[in-house]
């Protein structure tokens, strides 16, 4: 996979030389540039922002170094043999970015992200490139940060640990929190590691029984557990078909039931009456 950045701070992005994201780049496993945005000013002050037509608070990004940076990050990409660009808008009103874009995205050959500051980029940058590349604007939450940079180290080690090779055991993904298949809209329990006692602490004796059938339904309750407690939108929009039989004994024992009346409103689960929350 191919990364391009561009970013008036390239020092922030120097986590991308370090633990998974950095072995990968040293393997060849992910070819990472990182471009400075100011390069593709032509004043004497590298400026990069204006003030913003309409009037407000703040400044705007502005078309010419986006739009000169951008052309020189795609010709660059396509003379070096790269293709299928997606260009990666890190912002709050974009899509919420989950496990499941993360899949999307490791299955991407080339990603190019605009990391903006300030009120964002011109409009028109964004309009103008959706006609050449897809374009995916992605919120990592509903809150607002000083620049675009943090997501993109979130969105970047999120993407790079599914590619083939960077986890030193391909199966380690499989069971986490929102990963496709019987997680998809779990979190993942507890785990535990060697003392089996810690400060008159053990692990739970059904670890430590080789019996790999109920080893497998702990964990699944557990995560159901975890869910219900941290995460219970999760569950309320669960379909009923995604929970076998032991599943479903297990929601009932923590407080819920199918809700016959909620389908339509794009819930599938309530807490049982009398059950608090």
Sequence with gaps: MRL??????????????????????????LDVHIHDL??????????????????GPGMVM??????????????????S????????????????????????????????????????????????????????????GDYVLAGGEAPVLVITEAVARLLPGVLGNAESHRDDSFAPGAMASLLEGPVYTKPPRW??????DVL??????????????EALRRTTAHRPDLIRHCDPKAFDKKDREMLSILGWEPDPEGERHGRF???AEGVEE
């Design 81 to 140: 043999g790269a293709h299928a660009p997606t260009l990666i808008v890190p912002t709050p009103s974009g899509r919420p970015f989950t496990q499941e874009l993360a899949v999307e995205l490791s299955e991407r050959p080339w990603l190019i992200f605009t990391p903006a500051r300030y009120e964002g980029i011109d409009r028109r940058v964004m309009d103008e490139y959706a006609t050449r590349v897809p374009v995916q604007e992605v919120s990592i």
């Design 269 to 271: 689960w309530r807490r």
């Design 4 to 29: 391009d950045i561009v970013t008036i701070f390239p020092e922030y992005l120097e986590p991308l030389n370090v633990s998974l994201v950095g072995k990968a780049r040293a393997r060849g496993q």
């Design 208 to 221: 430590l029984s080789g019996h790999h059938g109920r080893i497998a339904r702990w964990r699944r309750d």
């Design 38 to 55: 100011r390069d593709f000013t032509y004043d004497r002050h590298n400026t990069v922002d204006d003030t913003p037509y309409g009037g």
């Design 62 to 79: 502005k078309t010419e170094p986006w739009g000169d940076a951008l052309d020189t990050v795609l010709a660059d990409g396509y003379e």
């Design 199 to 204: 400060r008159d602490r053990d692990i739970p």
